[in-house]
T-cell receptor, first 113, second 113 residues
């Protein structure tokens, strides 16, 4: 089983719909992240959380919100999806006090029509 | 803030040839540097990392990278390409003790038979 699990892996939705992407991890890491990947742009940080009570905005947080329900769970929400949020989304974890190495899930491909 | 520039969005080499993927970084503080690889339909996996120890870093699958502070570079090399090396490669930078990791735009490596 994967250490970092994302659901759903693929989702097609319509403009204006609310979407939630979920992430759970069994690595025991305190830190969790949401990134989006777009061709030619690499990965950009949306939100990150250093523990359950600590949530921080990343480079591109507008239009997104997150919830850290437990140490092992970090969900990303699009309150009203728009077509330019079509992307591949990755959840990642890292160990507090470590070198910052990230451990990634397999990604959630979201298409907004 | 730190940033990463990867020179060349696509690199094509013949099987058995040298692989050279270029990465330059900008950071106001001593950085940690990383190379990740992404195979189709998968998340990113760590290839290697520089964390202020030896400047020549060896990673998995025969890859290595050299940290050159004077050139602000962290190029990835492999002496002999294999078909299984075909993937997208991302360089990333993170300040010491800070998990604000920034990724380059990625370089897609194609290996020709």
């Amino acid at each position: 089983d994967a250490d970092v699990t994302q659901t759903p892996r693929n989702r097609i939705t319509k403009t204006g719909k609310r979407i939630m992407l979920e992430c759970s991890q069994t690595k025991g890491h305190d830190r969790m992240y949401w990134y989006r990947q777009d061709p030619g742009l690499g990965l950009r940080l949306i939100y990150y959380s250093f523990d359950v009570k600590d949530i921080n905005k990343g480079e591109i947080s507008d239009g997104y919100s997150v919830s850290r329900q437990a140490q092992a769970k970090f969900s990303l929400s699009l309150e009203s999806a728009i077509p330019n949020q079509t992307a591949l989304y990755f959840c990642a974890t890292s160990l507090a006090g470590g070198t910052g190495e990230l451990f990634f899930g397999e990604g959630s491909r979201l298409t907004v029509l | 803030a730190q940033s990463v520039t990867q020179l060349g969005s696509h690199v094509s080499v013949s099987e058995g040839a040298l692989v050279l993927l270029r990465c330059n970084y900008s950071s106001s503080v001593p950085p940690y540097l990383f190379w990740y690889v992404q195979y189709p339909n998968q998340g990113l996996q760590l290839l290697l990392k520089y964390t202020s120890a030896a400047t020549l870093v060896k990673g998995i699958n025969g890859f290595e990278a050299e940290f050159k502070k004077s050139e602000t570079s962290f190029h990835l090399t492999k002496p002999s390409a294999h078909m299984s090396d075909a993937a997208e490669y991302f360089c990333a930078v993170s300040p010491l003790n800070n998990n604000d990791m920034r990724f380059g735009a990625g370089t897609r490596l194609t290996v020709k038979p």
